[in-house]
């Protein structure tokens, strides 16, 4: 049975930083347990999936110059529990830990071509997209494969959902990842295609609000007026 708490004691924090390592790789600058104990007694969440003792995934995230905002930096899964629900329970974790303390958004990145997790963040958890940024960690690691990072910024009504309306739309790749290691320039390709309608929408003043994985295509509208 999965249980979900936050952590507590450093050898929760050093399982966390080990995890790390085993989603994105050993390169991977990842959070050493330190900082995540430090953070989480300066108000921060690190909460965990426990299968019994063993830490399954983890959220990590950190108060924002914006006390109604928290900055969601890390969600992990280990590969053996995926599918099973575990990174939408952390997220719905984390909401409600944020609504207990009134903070009323919670923001993060991710990359837009990752069309699994675009089907999580958009669909699952009902966040939307309200930004892009450009090659955001760099293109070192053997996680972006030499490629530049460039990520959506999603944010989340901890609250409720608003009404929204669809204008336009932008597909994407179905599987970066496998593109990537079969056809590095195509990737680079797919990469460029993508950052540049997706750029044009959001400066035309729309958001992602939607994400069909049938055909890969991102939905991008706006929130109606009287909750925007």
Known sequence: MITYRDLHGLAEFQAAY????????MDDL??????LMVVQSEGGIVAGAFDGERLAGYVFGFP???PAV???HRLAVLPEYRGQGLGVALKAYQKDWCQSRGIRRIRWTYDPLMTRNAN???NNLGAFGTGYLVNYYGSGGS????????????????????EVRAEDRVAVVP???????????AARAARTEGRL?????????????GFDPGCSTYIFGRLLPEVA
Request: aromatic share 8%; charged share 25%.
């Open 18 to 25: 080990d995890l790390q390592h085993s989603v994105w790789g």
């Open 197 to 209: 309608a997706m750029q044009s929408r959001f400066e035309a003043g729309l958001q992602i609000i």
């Open 70 to 72: 928290q900055h969601s």
């Open 120 to 122: 999580l963040n958009i």
């Open 175 to 185: 599987d970066f990842h496998r593109l990537l290691r079969s056809d590095e320039a």
């Open 64 to 66: 924002t110059a914006d």
């Open 143 to 162: 996680y972006q494969g030499g490629v530049e990072s460039d990520r959506v910024v999603a944010e989340l009504f901890v609250t409720g959902r608003p």
């Open 30 to 35: 990842a959070d050493p347990p330190d900082l």
